[in-house]
């Protein structure tokens, strides 16, 4: 019998960008379309952008990330991230709903 996967999905869309994040129990690490996230993320900006919804659930070094993105621009791609990440910590916990939405971390 095969072992389980824990993880929580979240779809984030902004402007012409898609993005599927897989959130699983972890140390924080976060790879986006099979790259580094300091490299696939250039800016400081764009970093910090995925990384609100985590430090709003104050699980930064709980969740390891697997995101795949396509379409779009850096920005775009980074909001829809943002966007899916704050989906997926709803998933696994429904009472973060009210503070992420607070932040404007669900539109």
């Known amino acids: ?5 824990v993880q929580y999905l979240g779809t984030g869309r902004r402007k012409r960008s898609v993005a599927r994040v897989f959130m699983r129990p972890g140390t924080g690490q976060i790879q986006v379309n ?3 996230f300091e490299h696939y993320f250039p800016t400081e900006t764009a970093r ?7 430090a709003a659930a104050e699980a930064v070094d709980k969740f390891d990330l697997i995101i795949l993105t396509d379409g779009g621009g850096v920005a ?5 991230v943002r966007l899916g990440v704050a989906r ?9 709903r009210a503070r992420l939405k607070k932040l404007g971390l669900l539109t």
């Open 1 to 5: 019998m095969a072992a389980t996967i």
């Open 34 to 36: 099979g790259r580094a």
């Open 48 to 54: 910090a952008m995925v990384r609100q919804p985590l």
């Open 76 to 80: 775009g791609q980074a909001g829809a």
């Open 88 to 96: 997926a910590l709803v998933e696994f916990n429904v009472e973060l």
